[in-house]
């Protein structure tokens, strides 16, 4: 896993040295970026000695030498390969840089740049760190999902006492674990993820299917490895490459998918069913390519098996989740699903809302459980989706797990 660390300038800035040590130590690669403020108190070469690495402390180039087209278009580099941004010490000023958009450093612009999650951990006075503008700034970054590291109260290097401090050091590696979702809390699970469209031969040439890319399957498989379980994915036809650690079964019908899952169900513990299934598929499948006549075509369809619901109806302990696709009434329908198919947790997106739904790398979901909550979540990366609903199968199985067995009274 690869962090781009941003130490931008603050007293707290020779701090973020002993940090860069402490996520090399739990197996991340750290690459830094300077602020020309956090030179003024650290030099790069002392995080080039940590890192071996170079350090990169200018949008076009760190001496003149460099400014050339490829330092101009470093950031996009640095935003493709990096799986987190971390932001230690964060000033008053990219903080605001960040809420409201500007790009003038190459930090500043990496941000915007990038789709990786962000954790920020603040440290400057403590009148800044409580001004209204500041707390506004806090909001809107933690509104669109960057993990806020609270600053310490205490000494701070100004002369007063107040929050301000940076974090310590290890809330800060737990901040950066828990916004990528390090921890390994499905180890022992075994988990199966359908994933993708099905297609329908109509004959050798055509075929129904629908506008599933994989992405939705592909994210819930990928964190579900992630986080420690052994992963089985029945994927319909996708562009998508196989996420490491994961054993894939290609399918190409709704009927290749019932025989593969039914095969594999029986060895797993947790069951997330993200494809979207053709319903219905040619009652005939025509040997020659249908010629044109003139007039018109019917095609009879006839229904496919609902796996879904197969297999959650003798489901036993495991843990069953659907999605649904929905294009109206999506409450009333996806409570329905969730009861007619008898699932423990079912995640319903409207596939009509903006960002959502089909081939787009951003999702729209409620959650629904059996027993009546529901939750929305908000706009948000394919990737997250999928670990806010593991957050919640496994929440769910840890409460089943240690709920008390029934007291036996004895008269
Ligand atoms: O793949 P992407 O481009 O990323 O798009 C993601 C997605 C929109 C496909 C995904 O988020 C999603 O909504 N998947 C479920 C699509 C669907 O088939 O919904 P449904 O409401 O028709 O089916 C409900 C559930 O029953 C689903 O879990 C489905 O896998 C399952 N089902 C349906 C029919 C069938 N014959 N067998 C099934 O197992």
């Not at 469209?197 to 129904?208: F, G, H, K, M, N």
Request: charge should be neutral; charged fraction near 25%.
């Amino acid at each position: 896993m690869r962090i781009t660390m941003g130490v931008t300038g603050g007293v707290a800035a020779y701090k973020a040295a002993e940090l860069v040590r402490l996520l090399q130590q739990d197996g991340f690669t750290v690459e830094v970026v300077m602020t020309r403020g956090a030179r003024e108190f650290i030099t790069p070469l002392t995080f080039a000695a940590l890192t071996g690495q170079k350090v990169i402390t200018d949008l076009f180039g760190n001496t003149e030498n460099e400014a050339n087209l490829e330092s101009a278009i470093e950031h996009i580099a640095v935003a493709q390969r990096t799986d987190l941004l971390l932001v230690a010490p964060a000033t008053a000023d990219v903080i605001a840089k960040f809420a409201r958009g500007i790009a003038d450093d190459f930090l500043s612009t990496l941000y915007l740049a990038s789709t990786a999650p962000v954790v920020v951990a603040p440290a400057m006075n403590v009148n800044m760190w409580n001004h209204p503008a500041m707390q506004e700034n806090i909001a809107k970054l933690r509104e669109r999902g960057v993990n806020v590291v609270q600053p310490n109260e205490g000494y701070l290097a100004c002369g007063m006492v107040g929050a301000g401090r940076l974090a310590g050091h290890q809330e800060i590696l737990a901040a950066v674990r828990e916004t990528l979702h390090w921890n390994r809390d499905l180890t022992g699970e075994t988990v199966l993820v359908t994933a993708g469209p099905t297609c329908e031969d109509l004959d050798p040439v055509r075929y129904l299917t629908n506008r599933s890319s994989g992405k939705m399957g592909y994210a819930v498989a990928q964190a579900a490895a992630r986080r420690g379980a052994k992963v089985i994915l029945v994927s319909g036809p996708t562009a998508l490459e196989t996420p490491p650690g994961i054993r894939r079964i290609d399918v190409r019908t709704a009927e290749q998918m019932h025989e593969a899952v039914t095969k594999e169900f029986a060895g797993c513990s947790i069951g997330i069913f993200a494809a979207a299934v053709a319903d219905y598929r040619p009652a005939r499948k025509h040997a020659d390519k249908i010629k044109k006549s003139g007039g018109s075509l019917t095609v009879q369809l006839e229904p496919t098996v609902d796996i879904l619901q197969e297999m959650a109806r003798a489901k036993g302990d495991k843990f069953i989740a659907g999605f649904a696709a929905e294009t109206a009434d999506v409450e009333q329908n996806a409570r329905k699903k969730l009861a007619a198919k008898n699932l423990d947790l079912l995640v319903a997106n409207d596939v009509t809302a903006e960002g959502a739904g089909f081939d787009h790398d951003t999702n729209v979901v409620s959650l629904y459980f059996r027993d009546g909550r529901d939750m929305a979540l908000p706009k948000m990366g394919k990737a997250e989706v999928a670990q806010r609903v593991l957050d919640e199968i496994v929440r769910l199985r840890g409460a089943l797990r240690t709920k008390p067995a029934k007291r036996l009274s004895v008269v």
